[in-house]
């Protein structure tokens, strides 16, 4: 039973359905075959048996006629002569045959108890009443019609009499019968009907039973897919359809099961990609903020670290290399953090972007994070393999922390950590705490860009000199230009201190056409004494811009006489990439001036090496951050050779900055390096000592020194 029961169950909906409601079609012809079938009979059955019952009637009723028509016949025999009864006795006759024939059918068709008595009674009253008339004929006949008529009188007609009467009692007991025959048939009849109605009744609990089960098993299962569907629309995919079965009802639940699944999983798939570093594994920006949304902000502090020349790695080693350099960096952080915390120090470690990494700690003082700092510092010290080459990791920390602007949320610590990035780059240091510009400071950078214009009118912009040395013949081939300040007040301020507030705010151009002026006042100076010499400007990416550059340019260097062949421009690879569409004709038409490019801090910025060779850039001045300890490691005199090499392989010279040791110096000759600049050779000169310092280093003119082009 319970098997074919689950069989049912798992039947196709259609079929149960059309199952169900095809048996109640079938009940419902049932009943009206029934009932009209019924009907029918009923009404034949009643049709046959009051035919028959009024014959019986009118037999019984002729019965009482030929009686009396016997009755007269006899009463005509008594008074009439011979001849006369000659004619008679056949009627006589005949009438009492018609009774005799009667009474046999009567005894065929009688059954009803009553009626056969009352039959049996009518037969004896005829056979009496027969031989009554039987004795009057014969007295007729034996000529004594006077004891015929007496006997007749006293006999016959009595008899006749109880004859007729008992045949009136026959029809009265057949008239009863009859009755009774109705009453049956008015019952069989309610009967009848109460079967069609118990029928009926049955067909319609059928039809509610199977109206009720096709609710149940319709309705309800999709009700509750319903609310299943609404639980998953809102997130909730662990929400299944609890509908078992094999019909269509079960196999959409089964189908709505699998779609939450995929759901799920894309869902997961699509948080994977959202909040998931794919290179390192590890969380990303988005997931980053999401952690610290629920952390106090004031209990938080940030370790950004930015990969120092990721993009030379990239241009030079290739992108797979770089790929691999990031991954070995995100496994030594990581193993840094999982360490902190097994200590029960609580951190989260992510990378943001590039070369960018980040580490948010909880609940740690300036000095922990600093202790955590010098830690990774130990992990990455030692070189990374990557694609068969070495590598020297840098990393360029920013900290911060909310202890100078408490409540600030954990985005903002972010923004703060990368400010002090920047501040690292530009001051040159390895690391350092974000120090928010406080508004004395402030007030400080805006007095001083205030007194700029004044300070360059008034000649308080100094350009000090720092040599650059050839290193095939050892002698001075140029030298840079850097701005020193003498403020009044103030005494000598440093470029770090104005330089990049200048560019943030537009005001470089100051500094920038003070220093050519001064460059080519000594380039007019020189060229007496020193003509092979060159003075390099540094030029901001705002001057380049500037539509009047040119023309200024040139017109100074009319006005003092000053030959733009020894005129050199160092551009930081940042403000060539910036907006390279508007810098390249400004270039070209400086380039036809005779004035020539070098590329500085070359392999701090983003710089692609396509493009940078579709420029009109002759030197290539290597940051100093490659220079520094090259001689020690295997894997920076590497990197350090495969840079002068492309710097080769596009045409340029090739000067390396910051060199500080003699072991720099003599690597750097091996290696093909052009030129070197650097403490070494000098620091930056104040004008007055420039002069001396030539006639000491410089004692004859070089101008057909290897790098006197340069
Ligand atoms: P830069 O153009 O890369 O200049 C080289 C900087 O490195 C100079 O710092 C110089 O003093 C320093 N330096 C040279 N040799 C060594 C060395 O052996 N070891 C170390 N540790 N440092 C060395 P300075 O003069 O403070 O200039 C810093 C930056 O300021 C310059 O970097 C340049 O980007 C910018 N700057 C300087 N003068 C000007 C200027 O007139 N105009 C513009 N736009 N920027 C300038
Ligand atoms: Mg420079
Ligand atoms: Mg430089």
């Known amino acids: 039973m319970h098997k074919l029961l689950t069989r049912w169950r798992n039947r196709r909906l259609w079929v149960r359905l059309a199952l169900g409601f095809g048996a109640l079609v079938v009940m419902m012809v049932l009943v009206v075959v029934l009932a009209v079938t019924q009907f029918q009979s009923l009404a034949a059955a009643s049709e046959q048996s009051m035919g028959r019952d009024l014959q019986r009637m009118l037999r019984v009723q002729q019965v009482r006629h030929h009686a009396q028509g016997h009755g007269s016949a006899m009463a005509l025999l008594l008074t009439s002569p011979r001849i006369e009864r000659e004619r008679i006795y056949p009627a006589v006759d005949a ?54 008529s007496a006997m007749f009188f006293r006999l016959g007609q009595p008899a006749l009499l109880a004859l007729v009467e008992a045949s009136d009692a026959l029809l009265a007991s057949e008239q009863a019968a009859v009755a009774e025959n109705q009453r049956a048939l008015q019952s069989q009849i309610a009967r009848s009907e109460w079967q069609l109605a118990a029928l009926a009744l049955v067909a319609l609990l059928l039809a509610a039973l199977l109206a009720w089960r096709t609710t149940l098993r319709v309705a309800r299962p999709l009700r509750l897919a319903q609310l299943a569907a609404q639980k998953i629309a809102g997130g909730d995919y662990s929400a299944r359809v609890q509908v078992r079965g094999e019909d269509e009802i079960g196999k959409m639940a089964q189908a709505m099961n699998a779609m939450a699944q995929a759901v799920a999983s894309r869902e997961a798939d699509i948080e ?15 997931m980053l903020r999401r952690l610290a949304r629920d952390l106090s902000p004031n209990r938080l502090s940030v370790i950004m670290m930015d990969v120092a020349r990721l993009r030379t790695v990239n241009e030079i080693l290739g992108f797979e290399a770089g790929d691999s350099l990031l991954t070995q960096i995100a496994q030594r952080l990581r193993s840094v953090v999982s360490s902190q915390l097994e200590q029960g120090r609580d951190q989260v470690l992510a990378r943001l972007a590039g070369g960018v990494f980040t580490i948010l700690c909880v609940e740690m003082d300036r000095e922990a994070v600093e202790r955590l700092r010098g830690r990774i510092e130990e992990v990455v010290a030692t070189p990374m393999v990557c694609n068969g080459h070495e ?56 007095s001083l860009l205030s007194s700029l214009r004044r300070a360059a009118g008034g000649g308080e912009l100094e350009m000090w000199l720092q040599p650059k040395q050839c290193l095939v013949s050892g002698h001075i081939s140029g030298m840079e230009g850097l701005v020193r300040w003498r403020h009044p007040e103030r005494g000598l301020i440093a470029p770090g201190e104005f330089i990049p507030f200048a560019e943030r705010t537009g005001h470089i151009g100051v500094v920038t056409r003070a220093m050519v002026e001064a460059a080519l006042i000594t380039l007019a100076r020189w060229s007496d004494g020193f003509p092979e010499l060159t003075v390099a400007v540094n030029v901001s990416t705002l001057d380049i811009r500037d539509a009047l550059f040119v023309d200024h340019v040139r017109a100074l260097a009319l006005r003092h006489k000053a030959p733009l062949a020894q005129l050199r421009f160092e551009i930081t690879e940042s403000s060539l990439m910036d907006d390279a569409e508007r810098v390249l004709p400004v270039l070209n038409a400086l380039r036809e001036l005779g004035i020539r490019f070098s590329i500085d ?110």
């Open 391 to 446: 590598v020297d990791v840098q990393l360029i920390y920013g900290l911060s922390d909310a202890t100078p602007a408490p409540g600030m949320d954990a985005t903002g610590l972010l923004l703060c950590a990368e400010l002090a990035i920047d501040e690292c780059k530009r001051l040159k240091r390895a690391w350092a705490w974000h120090v928010p510009l406080d508004d004395k400071l402030r007030a400080r950078q805006l």
């Open 272 to 286: 994977q990609l959202a909040y998931v570093d794919r290179l390192s594994g590890l969380p990303n920006r988005n």
């Open 601 to 710: 801090d070359f392999g701090t910025g983003y710089s692609s090496l396509a493009y940078l060779s579709r420029l009109p850039v002759s030197e290539l001045k290597i940051d100093r951050s490659f220079v520094a300890g090259a001689d020690t490691t295997g894997a920076a005199e590497a990197l350090l050779r495969t840079i002068i090499d492309v710097g080769h392989s596009l045409g340029m010279a090739v000067t390396a900055e910051g060199v500080e040791t003699a072991g720099e110096l003599a690597l750097l000759a091996r290696l093909g390096c052009d030129q070197a600049q650097g403490y070494l050779i000098s620091r930056p000169l104040d004008p007055a000592m420039v002069q001396n310092f030539l006639l000491n280093r410089q004692p004859k003119q070089c101008a057909d020194a290897p790098c006197g082009g340069v």
């Open 95 to 148: 009438e009492y045959a018609e009774i005799d024939r009667l009474l046999a059918e009567l005894a065929q068709e009688i059954s009803a108890p009553e009626s056969t008595r009352r039959l049996t009674d009518l037969t004896q009253r005829r056979t009496q009443y027969r031989e009554t008339f039987a004795e009057v004929v014969t007295l007729i006949e034996g000529g004594d019609p006077s004891s015929a």
